[in-house]
């Protein structure tokens, strides 16, 4: 018995030694000089050009570890890291493959060697935080209709993954319980329609600055019989769009790869399809809200300004007076029924702007100011 037990215990400080010799291989600090860290990682994905996305990230989580690490207990420090964590590639001075390999899941691992700026990441830290600071956590809103062969599903796994990843971040959601049955009807409505300004108007009215809208599905394709058993399949899809509820911009668009899902039972390959399609989707859509959302602390992206009460030449005095000030990158612009609606890209925030604006434009009132929009109107004269 004993004899027994020492040779599980050999087996298994083995394993643990075998282990950590692993974990080395795939990170490995090759020099630090200044500000500079040369370190190889491994990267998994479920392609390689996602498999070096995620090696440049974890090539910035590790060589900037000491920064990263001496940050843990400060408020709201898991969504500073992940936004900084999805500027990665803007942290790394040079890269290089490598080795790259398939696996057997048809997953791919990726190692790189990296060049990651310390001091980068120190910078982007102290701006991001002060960002939050001045603006705060953005609430989410998600809504996603999943369907089963054109049934529709209570609860979609791929909502709840998406849900899960952004929870994990660090952002505020609306609660779904807190929505009466007469809203969450018509938002359903309002997505199965196609009409996002329907659903724009509901997430403005839970406060909600970001809405997730779309669908999934899971549709039967050819089941098989293999060694006398019958099994049933699925076939995966989701398509998801994100937008601003005060501007209506579209942030990002996820289309996901159809997955597969093969089981004897077919609801459970249905489910497995779509858990594999959560899975595809979730890291992508969580990047790209993460990239956005410090776009827009940034003083990037799009601002709406609108008008009222305006003449035909007063129109033209205001697109004149927006086209010369510098800090408007990109202006369109439009007149109506005596409003002016103008969509403004910008390298400054909607305050600051909205100053600028006041002081170019003689006779104009800036009556709102919001994170993304500027309300405004000529006195009355």
Sequence with gaps: MRKLLSCVLAVMLAGAVMARIAAAEKEEVVSKEGNLVTIRVTGAGIDKESAELDAK?????KGAGSIIDSRSEVKDFTLIKDTILARSTGFIQSSKVISSKEMEDGTFEVRIEAVVSIKGVDDMWGAVQEMLKAHGRPKIMVFINERIDKYPVETSTVQTKVEDLLLQSGFLLVDKDQMKDIDQKDLAAAI????????QAIAKRFGAQIFIKGSANADRGNDSRIGGVDLATYEGEANLRVFRSDTGQVMATVAGVSTRGV???PNSAAKQALDLQAKRVSPELQLKILTFWQDVLSGRGELKLEISGVTFKQYQTVKKALKEIKQIKDLTIEFHNNNVEASIQSDVGA???AETISDAVKGLDIEDVSANVIKAKYKEK
């Design 263 to 265: 089981q004897r039972v």
């Design 192 to 199: 199965a329609e196609n009409k996002p300004e329907k659903a």
């Design 57 to 61: 990230r974890k090539a910035v989580e």
């Design 351 to 353: 305050e600051k702007l």
